[in-house]
C-alpha cells in the first residue's frame, strides 16, 4: 500500500539536513574569488546564515564546521550562539589541504614529521567537536600523486591507515568517523581515497564507527550513485552525504539542480533509514542564503516523492519480473507535485510554505548586506 498523505507529512517532519558554514563563505572558481555583500565576516554570523535557512524551512537545525575556517577563540560561545538559534552543530570538517607543508600529502605524506602535525591537526578537530557537542568528523582527504612513479602506492595506504587509527583511538563514543571519497582533483594521478570502495576498506579496518560520506559530486561520469548507497547500506557503512549537483566535475552547484531523478532515486534506495545529510555547495554566483535554502526545499521535495513510491506494489511488480511496471511506479511518484504538501510540513513545524518567496520578501540579503557591508573576498569559509 502506499503511504498516505498525513503518513508522508509525518515521515517528512523527521528530515533534518545539514547545512555548511562554508557554503556561506565567499568562494569562486580556480581562477578568482567572488566578494558578495552581506558576506559573513566570522563563524558567528556563518551560523546566523544558517539559522535563517532554518528558520524558513524547519528542516535544517544542524551546521557543519570547517577547522580552522571556524576557528574561535571561544568555542563554548560557538555552540551557545548556535543553540541560541535553534541549532546544533553537525560534522566538524578538518582541513588538511590548504597547508602548502601538504603538497605531497597528509596522512599520506612520504615525512612523518608532516604526517604527525596533520594527525595532532585531526586530533585537535576531535577535542573540538567534543566542546562543541558535535558527534561526527568528517574528513575529505586531497591526498594523491601526479606522476606514475611519484611515491609508493601501497606505502601511502599503510601510511593513512597508521594515522587513521591513532585519530579513531582518540574518537569518544559518540562520534564517527566519515571518510569522503573524491576520483580526483587535486592530485591527477591516483588519489589515495579514490572511491567508496577505498574508503570502505579504510572503514573496515578502523572499526564500526568508521563509515563512508558518498559526496554526490565526488563520481566520475556515469556512476550509479544510488547502487553504491545501497552497497554502503547493506554493509552498515553509509556514513552520510555530502548533496550538491554535478554536471563535469565537483561542482558544488544548487542540490538536484543538474540530476533531480538521481536525487530522487537515492532516497527512494534509502528508504526512511536516512543517514547523515549534508548540503556541500560551494555557490560562486548565486545568492548564498537563497541558494541553500532551494537547496534544503528541493531535497525536501524528492524525499517527499521518494515517501509516495508505492512499495508492496514496486516489490510485487520486482517478483512478477514487471520491468517497466517496476519503473512507471517509480516514475508515477516523481512526477507528483509535492510542493503544497511540503510546505504544510514546514509551516506545521515553524517554517513557512514557500521558503525562498519568503526569504526574498524578508529582505534579509538586504539587511546583511547593510550590516555586513562588502568585504574584500579575503574571508576564510570556501574553497570552491
Ligand atoms: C573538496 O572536494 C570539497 O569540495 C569536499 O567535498 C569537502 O567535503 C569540501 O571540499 C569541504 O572541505
Ligand atoms: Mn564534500
Ligand atoms: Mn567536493
Not at 575529505?140 to 601526479?146: F, H, P, Q, S, Y
Amino acid at each position: 500500500m502506499a503511504r498516505t498523505s498525513a503518513e508522508v507529512e509525518q515521515q517528512l517532519s523527521r528530515l533534518e539536513i545539514e547545512t555548511p558554514s562554508w557554503g556561506y563563505g565567499d568562494s569562486g572558481t580556480r581562477f578568482a574569488t567572488f566578494s558578495q555583500p552581506g558576506c559573513p565576516r566570522d563563524p558567528f554570523e556563518r551560523i546566523d546564515d544558517a539559522a535563517e535557512v532554518h528558520r524558513l524551512t524547519a528542516a535544517a537545525p544542524a551546521v557543519a564546521l570547517h577547522f580552522p575556517w571556524d576557528r574561535v577563540d571561544d568555542v563554548a560561545a560557538l555552540r551557545r550562539h548556535a543553540e541560541s538559534h535553534g541549532l546544533r552543530i553537525g560534522a566538524v570538517n578538518p582541513n588538511l589541504f590548504q597547508e602548502p607543508e601538504y603538497k605531497l600529502g597528509s596522512i599520506a605524506n612520504p615525512d612523518r614529521a608532516v604526517r604527525q602535525r596533520a594527525v595532532a591537526h585531526l586530533v585537535e578537530c576531535v577535542r573540538i567537536a567534543t566542546e562543541l557537542g558535535s558527534t561526527a568528523q568528517s574528513l575529505w582527504l586531497a591526498d594523491g600523486v601526479n606522476y606514475v612513479g611519484q611515491d609508493d602506492l601501497r606505502d601511502r595506504r599503510e601510511r593513512i591507515l597508521e594515522c587513521l587509527q591513532e585519530v579513531y583511538a582518540e574518537l569518544p563514543p559518540e562520534q564517527q568517523l566519515l571518510l569522503e571519497y573524491k576520483p580526483f582533483e587535486p592530485a591527477f594521478y591516483a588519489t589515495d581515497l579514490a572511491d567508496w570502495g577505498s574508503a570502505l576498506l579504510f572503514c573496515q579496518r578502523l572499526g564500526e564507527r568508521a563509515a563512508v560520506l558518498v559526496d554526490i559530486g565526488h563520481h566520475l561520469h556515469g556512476a550509479n550513485i544510488e547502487q553504491i548507497v545501497a552497497i554502503l547500506a547493506a554493509e552498515g557503512r553509509l556514513g552520510g552525504f555530502h548533496f550538491n549537483g554535478r554536471r563535469y566535475a565537483d561542482d558544488d552547484l544548487i542540490v538536484g539542480s543538474v540530476n533531480p531523478f538521481e536525487l530522487f532515486a537515492i532516497f527512494v534506495e534509502l528508504g526512511t533509514e536516512l543517514p547523515r545529510l549534508t548540503i556541500d555547495q560551494a555557490h560562486n554566483v548565486e545568492a548564498k542564503v537563497e541558494a541553500m535554502t532551494l537547496s534544503v526545499v528541493n531535497v525536501q521535495e524528492a524525499y517527499a516523492k521518494a515517501l509516495l513510491v508505492d512499495r508492496d506494489a514496486l516489490a510485487a511488480a520486482q517478483a512478477d519480473g514487471d520491468v517497466l511496471g517496476a519503473h512507471e511506479l517509480l516514475l508515477d511518484a516523481f512526477r507528483r507535485d509535492v510542493r503544497d504538501l511540503c510546505g504544510r510540513v514546514r509551516v506545521a513545524a515553524g517554517g513557512v510554505a514557500d521558503p525562498v518567496a519568503a526569504l526574498r520578501e524578508s529582505g534579509y540579503a538586504e539587511r546583511i548586506a547593510r550590516e555586513r557591508g562588502s568585504v574584500a573576498a579575503v574571508s576564510a569559509g570556501g574553497n570552491g
